[in-house]
């Protein structure tokens, strides 16, 4: 089956704000549910998809501040909770985290 049309995507961005579960949007747009699932993601920015590679990756998110990051927190959240609980980076360095 080929790709999502721009039509395609239209409908079931509405549908999804609307509420509509994926199976009725599946059955509405002639796709799987679990691929308007994930098309409903990648359009709406929930998704990023890496260079060269053809897999759907969920970015992770800073627990502080919320920007994309790879760690539990961004490096300026990093920081701030460092200063905040009088975290050396010395040992910060030695201990890993």
């Known amino acids: 089956m080929p790709g999502f049309t721009p039509e395609e ?3 079931i961005l509405a549908l999804v704000r609307c509420g509509v ?11 799987g ?4 699932w994930a098309r409903s993601r990648r359009l709406r920015g ?3 998809e ?4 053809g897999v759907l990756v969920n970015p992770r998110r800073c627990h502080d501040c919320g920007k994309p990051t790879a760690d539990y927190r961004c490096a ?8 905040k609980h009088h ?8 201990d890993g985290i």
């Open 21 to 31: 579960p994926f199976t009725r949007i599946a059955k509405e747009v002639g796709h």
């Open 9 to 11: 995507d239209a409908v």
């Open 50 to 53: 890496p260079e060269g590679e």
């Open 76 to 83: 300026k959240c990093r920081a701030l909770w460092r200063k």
């Open 87 to 94: 975290v050396q980076p010395s040992a910060v360095e030695e």
């Open 33 to 36: 549910a679990g691929a308007c």
């Open 46 to 48: 929930l998704s990023v």
